[in-house]
């Protein structure tokens, strides 16, 4: 039966929604910008082993892993509000501080310090902004935290390919070592992000806290006011009446992991950790990372290389912004099958060129395709999902435990790329992501319950169950 819906104030939404959503274009900038400095940084800091290269690369991610793990107590304590805050502050001084190093020990404390911005980011945009939207339109709304992302991987591969000048064809390492990039535009791409981290830093301040934040500390006056600018004085009366029975338990003010381990918890708590791995381990991210070693080893040169990074990004924003779109019409599980059955095929694919020794454009396509499916689907849904599944009172230490899974997933796959290729060559490695990519499509169709158009509190009845007041 058709409701009448609250009017809500879109332009509070959205301004609310596209300022918290700075944290994951940070997120997106500081993630990615390594992968086009990577041909300079390497050779001024002398790194020629696997392991040294892998390290350079995945440092951010270790840092990620202690950003996700400390966001969930920190913000069921303090706010989301002000670690958001805290994250712009940390994107500023890294930004600055990695462009400056004079060290590869001081380079990768930097990279260390701006993975814990990324991991508090990466946690909280999206459970801010899942906190504060309408149920209507709250996979649109947290679907923009992943547009910015790919705006902020798509900016990072523009501006590495307008600061690098070009490298001659046959240039050694020494030619590079000793040229502009070698020296000093590897330095400009990561200066770059302190402009719109600082950007960030300051208009959080701006911004409301979480009205379920505020509710479950106990400001229920200030809880219901900003719900009534959302959507009026009815819509936030309902909403608080929801709220509360989520809430009625006591303690909730303490955050406690083992209440993750209640009775009902287990299984959703599996469901987010096990897609936020997936949505590392499904191998789309070493394309990011390393395309360097990707795309060389199917004939590119460095320059032509950073233009094919700009093309996956163009293909990363176009994608996202269908998946927007298509959210909250075509739902959540579905998108999710389609990019898991697609993205196994298209791995499949690219191991077989390089099984052949086939080099060429159709292995560029190959990729895109694989960009295309990835941004439509993994990219995007997987936040939304994590952002909706986990019930009020946990949903901090919840959503820390799945970040911390989908931090330590990216860091296992960044770090061990580099020892795969040289093992097992590309094509065993995009193999072996298209198997890993098999395995998430059966879990998906099995396992994942469609959450499109319901309010938090419903999600949670219908995963967890009502619980006893």
């Known amino acids: 039966m058709e409701t009448n819906r609250p009017a809500y104030d879109m332009r509070y939404i959205w301004l609310t929604t596209l300022v918290s959503a700075m944290g994951g274009l940070l997120f997106g900038y500081d993630w990615v910008v390594i992968g086009g400095a990577k041909p300079f940084y390497e050779k001024f800091f002398n790194l020629t082993t696997p392991s040294q290269i892998g390290w350079a690369m995945s440092s951010a991610l270790a840092g990620c892993l202690l950003g996700s793990l400390v966001s969930g107590v920190l913000s069921d304590r303090f706010g989301r509000k002000k670690l958001l805050i805290l994250a712009g502050l940390l994107f500023t001084v890294t930004g600055v501080l990695t462009a400056l190093a004079p060290s590869f020990a001081f380079f990768i404390a930097n990279r260390l310090l701006g993975g814990v911005a990324i991991g508090l980011a990466s946690n909280l945009s999206p459970m801010y902004i899942a906190e504060i939207s309408p149920p209507e339109v709250r996979g649109k709304f947290v679907s923009v935290n992943q547009l910015t992302i790919v705006i902020g991987i798509l900016a990072a591969q523009v501006v590495n390919w307008l600061i690098a000048r070009p490298v001659p064809a046959g240039a050694t390492a020494a030619d590079i070592l000793n040229s502009w990039n070698g020296q000093y535009g590897w330095r400009w791409m990561f200066g770059a992000e302190a402009v719109p981290a600082l950007l960030f830093f300051l208009l959080m301040f701006a911004v409301p806290e979480s009205p379920r934040w505020l509710a479950r500390n106990g400001r229920s006056g200030q809880a219901e006011k900003i719900l009534a600018r959302v959507g009026g004085d009815g819509f936030a009366a309902k909403a608080m009446a929801e709220i509360r029975e989520t809430l009625a338990a006591a303690d909730v003010q303490k955050v406690r992991f083992r209440a993750l381990l209640e009775p009902g918890l287990g299984k959703v708590l599996v469901i987010g950790v096990v897609l936020a791995a997936y949505q590392q381990w499904c191998g789309i991210n070493v394309i990011f990372n390393y395309a360097e070693e990707i795309f060389s080893a199917a004939g ?170």
């Open 300 to 469: 590119y040169g460095v320059s032509d290389i950073l233009f094919n990074i700009v093309i996956t990004g163009a293909v990363n924003l176009i994608f996202t912004l269908v998946a927007i779109r298509l959210v909250d019409r075509l739902g959540r599980k579905p998108l999710m099958t389609i990019g898991s059955a697609g993205l196994a095929v298209m791995f499949g694919l690219i191991g077989a060129s390089y099984a052949v020794h086939s080099r060429g454009p159709h292995l560029l396509i190959l990729v895109l395709f694989s960009m295309a499916l990835y941004a439509l689907s993994l990219a995007p849904v997987t936040w939304v999902l994590l952002s909706e599944i986990f019930p009020n009172r946990i949903r901090g230490a919840a959503m820390s435990v799945s970040t911390v899974s989908l931090w330590s997933a990216c860091f296992v796959l960044t770090y061990t790329f580099p020892l795969l290729n040289k093992g097992l060559g590309p094509a065993g490695t995009f193999w072996i992501y298209a198997g890993i990519s098999v395995l998430g499509f059966l879990f998906i169709r099995t396992r994942l319950t469609e959450t499109k158009g319901k309010t938090l509190e419903q999600i949670e009845h219908e995963l967890v169950g009502k619980r006893e007041t």
